[in-house]
């Protein structure tokens, strides 16, 4: 039997880091348990199947995932979870930080690198024309005289 993605010991660390839940006043179908989500999550992204793929036999939808993803992630529900379990690893000297690195992605930047030179901005003014004003004038749309049509009386 394969390995549990979230085994015990993993959800017993991150359990408390998920926000509580309120259910909705009026009813509705009853909300996937975030452990569930959780193990789905992990599996849509260590597989790398898309979210519409992902197998309604694990108890879930893919959409539910998704839409779980993009909660959690505003919660800020990652960046806790990331900060926790680094401090266990750093504290249970699991981490190999000669081998660490860190980037512009991760880490801000603060010093940067030199800006580029601004781009001259093009004055706003009107297109060059190559008619005369006089030969612009020629070509502006008049309306034509009435002529009498089959829809129209003749007077």
Do not use: Y
């Given at each position: 039997?394969a390995?549990?993605?979230?085994d015990d ?9 998920f926000?509580r839940w309120k ?14 989500c959780?193990?789905?999550?992990i ?11 992902f197998?309604h ?8 995932l998704?839409n779980?993803l ?14 926790v379990?680094?401090?266990?690893l750093?504290?249970a ?6 081998r660490?690195v ?7 930047a603060?010093?940067g690198?030199n800006?580029?030179?601004?781009i001259?901005?093009?004055a ?5 024309n190559?008619m005369s004003?006089?030969m612009a004038?020629?070509?502006?749309w008049?309306?034509?005289?009435r ?5 129209t009386?003749r007077?």
């Amino acid at each position: 039997m394969a390995k549990p993605l979230v085994d015990d010991d993993l959800w017993a660390i991150v359990e408390p880091l998920f926000p509580r839940w309120k259910p909705c006043p009026k009813g509705g179908q009853p909300r996937k348990s975030d452990r569930l989500c959780l193990t789905g999550i992990i599996f849509v992204l260590k597989t790398g199947i898309g979210w519409e793929h992902f197998p309604h036999e694990m108890g879930c939808c893919g959409m539910t995932l998704w839409n779980r993803l993009a909660e959690w992630q505003q919660a800020g529900v990652w960046d806790r979870i990331h900060r926790v379990l680094l401090a266990k690893l750093n504290g249970a000297n699991l981490i190999d930080w000669s081998r660490a690195v860190a980037d512009s992605g991760t880490i801000r930047a603060v010093g940067g690198a030199n800006k580029p030179a601004r781009i001259p901005r093009i004055a706003a003014g009107p297109a060059a024309n190559i008619m005369s004003p006089r030969m612009a004038a020629e070509f502006r749309w008049r309306p034509s005289s009435r002529r009498p049509t089959a829809m129209t009386s003749r007077s």
